[in-house]
């Protein structure tokens, strides 16, 4: 595909950010324009060099584009749309990064853009937004699913997936339908349980904090995605209703099914659930792909002495390895190793792994 063609982003927050951010890597001869109603946020991409031009307002500007990438707040989509059809060009491609497709496929049905719309959903993301937490890399080994609509060309088609895994990104193509039922039950279901436990340890914690306090492991590990967007879940909810309640519901069964297994004591119940759960998550392929993120992560035991972190620190980064994060394990019932250190890139892991077992160090590759 050419290399000097023209990108318009409409929203330049984490995802809209992460897929500018890329294609200005990738892409360097290429021209990005984007609007947002947080000048800041253009602000930056200006002076990092991402953006071109930084609109003022939904106008002429995009008819020049080929590509637009709809990635502001779902609940503004619809208003969006309106001003974009004004000003779009006949053999331009629109498509958004929402995580709920239906609904903007209905409201391009409306607004007569079947022939041009590619719905879109980088299968990535993270705990914080906007754009200055995006970055190039978000979108490296991630499914990113694409939900064309029919009337869209087939050459079309075929040129998006492809700028979509020149990114890093690996395009799966299905229909809206499909989509929202899949990414309710492996995301959308997910954050409300996620959320649901977290409310659960807040009502039910003591005056001094205690569960709070001791709560790291498992419990962390679950409860991550809760840190997430409120506004953003709120919207998923209202959006993507219908799947999440089938799903609800069907996880309420399951729920007072183990009820009454551990209620009753039934020992080879209660074991055929966990040991069923246990073979089915060890099945999952072991990349960063899906709604929720995979840590990239080594836990390391060290001696509790002056220096010892800022050793493990210094030895990576003189390796050129970067540390996301890293911190002491306090609760370790379901960690091995005292020190736990986070990267960006999953081949990290194995580097890290290697030198710091060649220093002495014992290491343990988390999954």
């Known amino acids: 595909m050419k290399e000097n063609f023209i990108c318009g982003f409409v929203g330049l927050g984490l995802i809209g950010g992460s897929i500018a951010k890329a294609l200005r890597k990738v892409y360097p001869k290429c021209q990005l324009l984007a609007y947002d109603i947080n000048q800041n946020a253009l602000e930056s991409a200006v002076a990092d060099g991402v953006i071109d031009i930084p609109l003022s307002e939904i106008g002429e500007a995009i008819s020049s584009c080929d590509y637009i990438f709809l990635c502001a707040p779902v609940s503004e989509n619809d208003k969006n749309l309106l001003l974009i059809k004004e000003y779009i060009s006949p053999s331009c491609i629109l498509t958004d990064a ?11 049905k409306e607004a007569g853009l079947e022939d041009q719309f590619i719905g879109g959903h980088p299968m990535a993301g993270s705990e914080r937004t906007g754009y200055l937490n995006s970055k190039a890399l978000l979108l490296e080994n991630a499914y990113y699913i694409l939900t064309p609509c029919d009337g869209v060309p ?18 799966l193509i299905l229909t809206c339908t499909q989509h929202d039922y899949v990414t309710a039950a492996v995301s959308h279901l997910p954050h ?24 790291a492991g498992g419990f962390k590990d679950i409860t991550r995605i809760a840190s997430s967007s409120p506004v953003m879940w709120q919207q998923i909810c209202m959006t993507n209703g219908d799947n999440i ?3 609800l519901d069907a996880y309420m069964e399951v729920l007072t099914s183990i009820r009454k297994q551990v209620a009753s004591s039934d020992s ?7 040991d069923q759960a246990r073979s089915y998550r060890d099945s999952f392929i072991g990349t960063s792909s899906g709604p929720i993120k995979k840590s990239y992560s080594v836990n390391i035991e060290i001696a509790d002495e002056p220096g010892a972190l800022a050793s493990i620190a210094t030895i990576l980064a003189l390796h050129q390895i970067s540390i996301k994060n890293i911190g002491i394990t306090h609760n370790r019932e379901q960690e091995d190793g005292v020190l736990r250190v986070e990267f960006y890139q999953e081949s990290s892991i194995e580097q890290a792994a290697q030198i710091l077992s060649a220093k002495g160090y014992t290491v343990y590759r988390r999954n």
């Open 192 to 215: 409300v349980i996620a959320a649901s436990l977290v409310n659960l340890i807040r009502e039910s914690d003591s005056d001094d904090g205690i569960m709070k306090m001791i709560a």
């Open 245 to 247: 309640l089938t799903l």
């Open 268 to 274: 080879s119940k209660l074991y055929e659930f966990f």
């Open 98 to 108: 929402g995580s709920v497709k239906t609904d903007i496929h209905k409201h391009i």
């Open 154 to 171: 087939e050459k079309a088609l075929a040129d998006f997936e492809e700028l979509v895994s020149s990114l890093g990104a690996i395009p």
